[in-house]
Nanobody, 121 residues
Framework: QVQLVESGGGLVQPGGSLRLSCAAS????????SGWYRQAPGKQRELVAA???????NYADSAKGRFTISRDNAKNTVYLQMNSLKPEDTAVYYC???????????????WGQGTQVTVSS
């Protein structure tokens, strides 16, 4: 089993910054693609940013230029640095990671429990 634990959410004023962390633990052989998603009230969950095991990144248009996703493979941890936050960034942010439990084994998708980000003055 694998557990993803997110941290770093909270209340921030417009224009402020937050750094989210997602630490994976458990039976991990390798962490493949990973990403951050968010879900605002009444809306569908959407991709914010993703990063491959090799470091290639992909961002939603709303996140480009403001958010940076990164990862520490040695720690099985993924980060999301969010700058210039706007009220419309308010949502629950979820971490997702694709894991292998053994060499040449199948991939499994795991989700964290979510962390609330509220941008308000």
């Amino acid at each position: 089993q694998v557990q993803l634990v997110e941290s770093g959410g909270g209340l921030v004023q417009p224009g402020g910054s937050l750094r989210l962390s997602c630490a994976a633990s458990g039976s991990i052989f390798t962490m493949n693609d990973s990403g951050w998603y968010r879900q605002a009230p009444g809306k569908q969950r959407e991709l914010v940013a993703a990063v491959t095991s090799g470091g290639t990144t992909n961002y939603a248009d709303s996140a480009k230029g403001r958010f940076t996703i990164s990862r520490d493979n040695a720690k099985n941890t993924v980060y999301l640095q969010m700058n210039s936050l706007k009220p419309e960034d308010t949502a629950v942010y979820y971490c997702n990671a694709i894991m292998q439990h053994k060499a040449y084994g199948p991939n499994f998708s795991y989700w964290g429990q979510g962390t609330q980000v509220t941008v308000s003055s």
